[in-house]
């Protein structure tokens, strides 16, 4: 049995001496209470649920609203569900309207925002936060559903280039748009034939980025590099503890515990894969002299992570923006050795990803596991990370149709 009520929570006022309006939510002998961001006085409270007054009937109707939404979420999930489900579900800005009218975006994106968050995928609601927020920069704050056409996608694809952004920026921003459009077709909120992406409608673009690979002689360079301050002396050692566990992403290497060292291995999921569809195969690091080396300089006992970047007291949120910050400030450390010691070359935790791969596929080892490595569950994705062998080594192959006359220029194959 579930039932739901508004009451006013007395147990918090704001500056205007207001407490907060909340739905109070009972579910099977559970009971929560859920912010609807309005507020009242206890005198104005009584009078709204009796007065016959217009513009107070109506406030009630709005807030009634409320509660017809809440009882028509706990109907759709019925046996599934949840309380995570039912707030991810409840707490949108606005309420999403019927089939016909104009759908606010925030209103498809916030659930869907909530979901991830409360399923511990941070990194997904971060980049459907970030997507509606550049949408909403491009067309205003009441920018609908209604107003995702495909010439809306190449305006905003154009006023992002003019902004100075990549091509794969928009494309990561356009991504959860296309999911969000998709789920209000599956929903009914719009028809299919108002579809703006696909075959014949506007084509997110992809990026390959095998160009933030460092070659032989970057890398030398970098491993020579002398700090000059204990920030860079870090963000060099973590760059290439990245690198020698196949480009092992810093939110990985945020959570990685003491547990995750076995028989002289790292072994772990990537924690981007963790809550896919798919089975997540572990990863398995054999732990070279280097690696140990940089363990035993910023490794700490003190805690159930190897490297003290989170608290493992915090919520997940929290330990993910204590990653993000981490992550940051060494790529921000990177940044200044990039400009001293590679000008023009970014040296970041993407480069030495991409470098691990292609390092790997210059000495001939198989794709197959090269993206088990990496952890990829289709090697497509594998042969964006690679891209094309750096043009010294084409030069070199190019010999080989000419060997026979030129014989005394035989290839010679180094790893760069």
């Known amino acids: 049995m579930a039932s739901v009520n508004l ?69 759709k999930l019925d046996f599934n569900f949840t309380w995570e489900r039912f707030k991810a579900n409840f707490n949108t800005e606005f309420d999403i309207v019927t089939k016909g009218t104009k759908i606010h975006l925030e209103a498809l994106y916030q659930p869907m925002i909530n979901e991830h968050e409360a399923n511990g995928r941070f990194k997904s609601a971060a980049h459907y936060h970030n997507s509606i927020t550049s949408l909403k920069k491009f067309a205003g704050d009441a920018v609908t559903l209604q107003d995702v056409k495909v010439e809306f996608l ?29 789920k209000a077709i599956s929903d009914g909120l719009i028809g299919s034939g108002s579809y703006p992406f696909g075959k014949n409608g506007y084509k997110i ?85 280097h690696i140990q080396a940089i363990i035993d300089d910023y490794g700490s006992k003190d805690g159930p992570f190897i490297f003290p970047i989170i608290d493992p007291k915090a919520t997940g949120k929290k330990q993910f923006t204590q990653a993000e910050r981490w ?12 400009k001293e010691l590679t000008p023009g070359v970014t040296i970041n935790f993407y480069s030495a990803r ?46 080989i149709l000419t060997d026979f006359i030129e014989p005394d220029r035989k290839p010679i194959l180094k790893a760069v």
């Open 7 to 75: 009451i006013l929570d007395k147990r918090s006022t704001n500056k205007e001496g207001q407490n907060p309006i909340k739905l109070i939510v009972n579910y099977e002998g559970t009971q929560r209470r859920f912010s609807i961001r309005e507020f009242s006085t206890p005198d104005a409270f009584k009078e709204l649920s009796r007065s016959n007054k217009h513009h107070l009937k109506a406030r009630w109707k709005e807030l009634q609203a409320k509660v017809d939404k809440a009882e028509a979420i706990i109907e």
């Open 154 to 182: 190449q305006r905003y694809k154009k006023h992002m280039l003019v902004q100075g952004r990549s091509i794969s920026t928009v494309s990561t921003y356009l991504r959860p748009l296309k999911t969000v459009y998709l």
């Open 205 to 289: 673009g992809a990026s390959r980025s095998a160009k933030s690979a460092l070659n032989q002689d970057q890398i030398v360079a970098l491993w020579n590099f002398k700090p000059r301050t204990e920030k860079q002396r870090q963000a060099r050692s973590f760059w290439f503890f990245s690198h020698f566990c196949n480009g092992m992403a810093p939110v990985d290497i945020a959570h990685l515990k003491w547990t995750n060292i076995k028989n002289g291995h790292i072994v772990f999921y990537r924690r981007k894969t963790m809550h896919s569809n798919n089975t997540p195969e572990p990863i398995f690091i054999e732990i070279n002299p």
């Open 327 to 338: 992550a940051k400030a060494v790529t921000k450390s990177l940044r200044w050795v990039s």
């Open 354 to 399: 991409h470098t691990y791969a292609n390092k790997m596929m210059i000495n001939g080892v198989p794709v197959a596991h090269i993206s088990a490595g990496l952890g990829h569950s289709d090697q497509k994705t594998t042969q964006n990370y690679l891209g094309t062998l750096p043009a010294n080594i084409q030069k070199q192959y190019s010999r």
